[in-house]
């Protein structure tokens, strides 16, 4: 079975099966997707779990000690989605932070599956009860094409840059440092862009593409002179031990009638990477709180910068949010009386993100225009289904986007 057929699978099986457990694995690779109330919930990969369990929580800045609630999980699902459920229960967690986990994860598992020809698929049902707090973590078939669509075209960079022959698992290792020069370290600190503390055989390509925060495919490929000068060697590296599983009951999430509290209190406004910026933006935005807050919600600096001076120019505020997953904390923050969301965006399927904004209680009324230059009825009928307010061709006239906005501003 190939990555396009398996999703495909996946599609069919959300849709009907109860939650399972589905098992890949050939020769090179060996994952497990954990299927619970018909969304993907999770993906555990055998050879590296806790590398990659780690450095998806240090990509979002948490600090939580999770090994200490290790103990206390039970065998019958991945402990990773066990800690997923304890870490929002504990407010160690956001629910946004937790998808955005779960995301990276299955992003590099679709990464390596997409390398493969050909795995074998086996099924086998979860045997124990799935609380439906899950869902609101776990991603749905949409979530998972999306994710496909970035994957496959990393996949087509990775080969069309011949790096087909490599692993991102691997551990790139200078060779002894008696055999390189000093003008060989610094090349490849400072024209190549790695350090070499990350080429002492410790790291993966996974761990150095987080670490210097470039991509999977600009890393390997700087990688590359080091390769032909024969300065450097790739190794395999063991993982770090898995935690120990007691056979104990895990206690669920359950959705009644605090579920809105909860939620609302467990978003964590303290994501340290973007506090300065917010606190410089709140200052300015109390100097005109009469004023109503557009949020545009796009990747495009240019799109940003001409709804900016349009909206201003009008007497709005603007929040400009080219990342929308990490910029859920100033959505929450500053509560924009109207939305602006681009449908095709980075890291985020635009209907995902408004079905997310619609599910969270503080954004239930918001207005949310949906941008896109797909303009079709069909369109139309899938931000209508995840609850767009209104839809609007991009780029937007001004009148038309002004109208609009008056419109449901008022």
């Known amino acids: 079975m190939r990555l396009i057929n398996l999703l495909e699978d996946l599609s ?81 967690l956001s629910f946004i932070r937790a998808k955005l986990i779960i995301r990276t994860i299955v992003q590099e598992c679709f990464f390596e599956l997409a390398s493969c020809s050909d795995f074998d698929q086996t099924i086998q049902t979860i045997p124990i009860k799935i609380d439906s707090s899950y869902q609101i973590i776990a991603l749905s078939a949409l979530e998972l094409q999306a994710i496909l669509r970035q994957v496959l075209t990393q996949q087509h960079r990775w080969q069309d840059a011949g790096l087909s022959h490599l692993s991102p698992n691997l551990s790139p290792t200078l060779k002894s440092t008696a055999n390189l020069s000093a003008s060989s370290l610094s090349a490849t600190r400072n024209s190549e862009g790695i350090p070499p503390l990350y080429l002492n055989g410790q790291f993966m390509i996974w761990d150095i593409a987080h670490k210097v925060e470039q991509s999977l495919i600009t890393v390997t490929d700087r990688l590359l002179p080091l390769i032909e000068q024969n300065l450097l060697q790739f190794k395999e590296i063991v993982d770090s031990p898995v935690p120990l599983i007691e056979n104990s009951r895990v206690t669920p999430i359950h959705i009644d009638s605090d579920f809105k509290a909860l939620l609302q209190q467990s978003i964590d406004f303290g994501e340290t990477s973007a506090k300065v910026d917010r606190h410089a933006q709140s200052d300015a935005f109390s100097l ?98 995840a609850g767009a307010t209104a839809f609007l061709s991009k780029p937007p006239q001004p009148e038309e986007l002004l109208h609009l906005i008056k419109e449901y501003l008022h």
Not at 12 to 41: F, G
Not at 301 to 308: D, E, K, Q, R, Y
Not at 317 to 322: D, F, G, P, W
Not at 350 to 373: D, E, H, W
């Open 288 to 385: 005109t709180r009469e004023l109503p807050i557009i949020a545009c919600i796009d990747d495009s600096p240019v799109l940003s910068h001409t709804l900016n001076k349009v909206l201003t120019e009008a007497g709005y505020r603007t929040l400009s949010i080219q990342e929308p997953m990490r910029g859920f904390t100033q959505l929450i923050e500053h509560k924009p009386d109207l939305i602006l969301l681009d449908l095709m965006l980075p890291n985020a399927d635009g209907y995902s993100i408004c079905r997310f904004l619609r599910n969270t209680p503080v954004f239930q009324k918001t207005p949310i225009i949906i941008l896109t230059a797909q303009n079709t009825a069909i369109d139309r009928a899938c931000a209508k289904a």
């Open 12 to 92: 069919n099986r959300v849709k009907y099966d109860e939650n399972c457990e589905i098992h890949l694995h050939n020769h090179h690779v060996d994952w497990k997707l954990y299927i619970v109330n018909n969304r993907l919930l999770y993906a555990a990969d055998r050879a590296y779990p806790i590398r990659r369990w780690d450095r998806a929580l240090n990509q979002q800045g948490c600090t939580w000690n999770w090994s200490l609630q290790a103990a206390q999980l039970a065998r019958s699902i991945a402990w990773e989605c066990q800690l997923l459920e304890q870490g929002i229960r504990q407010k160690q």
